[in-house]
């Protein structure tokens, strides 16, 4: 009996001693290599939750759009005011969607828009891949209807729809972009914002409706600040996973992850981690943080740009690093095709910008930005990479402001990046700056090939002694 009841107790060892992701058998330096990775994979996921959350769920929130599967249009520019996300261009009109595709797909109708108008619907999934674009570059001012499937859905193409587009993820992001052309503008734009819809495609096809999907029970999303640090970032990770079936090219590192209790709809339990194994995952996650600075460095040296960060899987190859980086410096920035950042973060000697100094940057008569669409130079406060509130109320220079703007004697335009006035007869060209530390970002909306290839390059920022 004793022998039968060793062979029995081995075999229930065997069974269940070695499986899941017991803390046991997992040493503090896994942990902490693991914690680091996963952290590096789920920023994005996370972050891009803070923000669908604000947008989409919680009504209480300033930020708030509207419901799941409606368009929320807004007939103005983005201002200081505008907090949830970072770096927001103020060049176009913003709408919004947030699509829910678990009960059916959503058919997203866009208008006829005049040849010369630059607009986008941005399709961005819950891991910030932007997995495909309707607009000008991609689909044509033609208008048409849309339709954006699930993972879970297989179906042929109905009358009436110019084209399926499928995602990874069952939650989904649309920011629209409508180009204003100046101020007097916005009558043409509100019409065109009022011709966009989405649909269900039942609602579209005029037909019953399927069973709607249960509603989400959503969690509470963490602050930006505690996003970098607290461990309830794996919670909400392990939430925002369960609408993002695990692609196959990451079952390995799903499997990996799962050592320490991340994945989809997985109990992250803090209160159940030894304090070694605690001090690791934090250890890890502050790793993330190294790495990325690391990264940072490369960046403010131009040998990464930001147009290597964002994009489809294809073209991330699955680099979370860089989808990280491009979620920090910008969550939902456009792939490169779409429109280009270059950024300012240094000045022409390597050192950050503060606005108690004087820049310049000079763009020759003809060497302006090449854009089949439009340029713009956006300045933003640090920390907070937000636009910065300044008496004259101007975020950006732009090029619809080009024939305001001074010429210099050559025919080149001199753009000025200081606190205070350069003077009247200059202030055409004047971009206010805080008097603390700051960056640029130069957006190139339908960037030319010289511009994709490295032929055009930006001017440098000089400072002024």
């Not at 069952?170 to 100046?182: A, K, M, S």
């Not at 009022?194 to 709607?212: D, H, I, T």
């Not at 975020?395 to 000025?416: C, E, H, Q, V, W």
Request: charged share 20%.
């Amino acid at each position: 009996m004793k022998t039968n009841s060793l062979i029995i107790f081995s075999i229930l060892l065997l069974l269940f001693g070695s499986c899941g992701t017991s803390e046991n058998s997992l040493t503090p330096e896994e942990a902490r290599a693991i914690a680091k990775e996963a952290y590096i994979y789920g920023f994005p996921l996370v972050d891009n939750y803070r923000i669908s959350h604000a947008y989409f769920v919680d009504q209480a929130n300033p930020e708030y759009k509207g419901p799941w599967n409606q368009i929320r249009n807004f007939s103005r520019v983005f201002t200081p005011e505008d907090k949830a996300v970072q770096t927001p261009n103020s060049d176009t009109y913003y709408s919004f969607l947030g699509l829910d595709l678990r009960t059916e797909p959503m058919v997203l109708t866009v208008p006829p828009i005049e040849e010369n108008r630059y607009f986008s619907l941005q399709l961005v999934d819950a891991y910030t891949h932007n997995f495909d674009y309707i607009g000008t570059r991609t689909t044509g001012n033609g208008g048409g209807s849309f339709l954006i499937a699930g993972p879970n859905w297989k179906g042929e193409k109905p009358e009436g729809i110019e084209k399926i587009i499928h995602t990874e993820t069952e939650l989904v992001l649309v920011p629209y972009r409508t180009q204003l052309f100046n101020p007097s503008d916005s009558e043409n734009v509100v019409k065109i914002q009022e011709g966009y819809k989405a649909q269900p495609l039942s609602e579209f096809l005029g037909q019953p409706s399927p069973e709607v999907a249960k509603p989400i029970d959503f969690i509470q999303p963490l602050t930006p600040e505690q996003q970098k640090s607290s461990l309830e970032f794996f919670k909400v990770l392990n939430f925002t996973l369960q609408f993002c079936p695990t692609h196959s090219s990451e079952v390995e590192l799903m499997e990996r992850f799962s050592k320490i209790g991340v994945g989809a709809g997985k109990d992250f339990d803090i209160e159940k981690l030894s304090p070694e194994i605690k001090a690791a995952i934090e250890q890890g996650m502050a790793d993330a943080w190294t790495e990325f600075a690391e990264l940072k460095k490369e960046m403010d040296a131009g040998k990464v740009v930001s147009g290597d960060c964002f994009g489809t899987r294809e073209f991330l190859k699955n680099n979370y690093l860089y989808r990280m980086a491009a979620a920090i410096i910008g969550i939902y920035g456009n792939s490169k095709e779409e429109a280009m950042y270059p950024l300012y973060l240094v000045d022409s000697n390597g050192k950050g910008l503060d606005g108690t100094n004087k820049y310049t940057v000079k763009f020759m008569a003809d060497q302006l930005p090449p854009a089949k669409a439009f340029w713009s130079m956006t300045l933003y406060e640090l920390p907070s990479s937000l636009l910065y509130a300044n008496p004259i109320n101007r975020y950006l220079l732009n090029s619809p402001m080009i024939p305001d703007f001074k010429r210099d004697a050559d025919g080149g335009i001199t753009l000025y990046i200081q606190n205070e006035s350069p003077g009247k007869d200059l202030e055409s060209n004047w971009l206010p700056a805080p008097k603390g530390p700051f960056f640029m970002v130069l957006r190139i909306y339908w960037p030319k090939e010289e511009a994709l290839n490295g032929t055009w390059k930006q001017p440098a920022l000089l400072m002024v002694e």
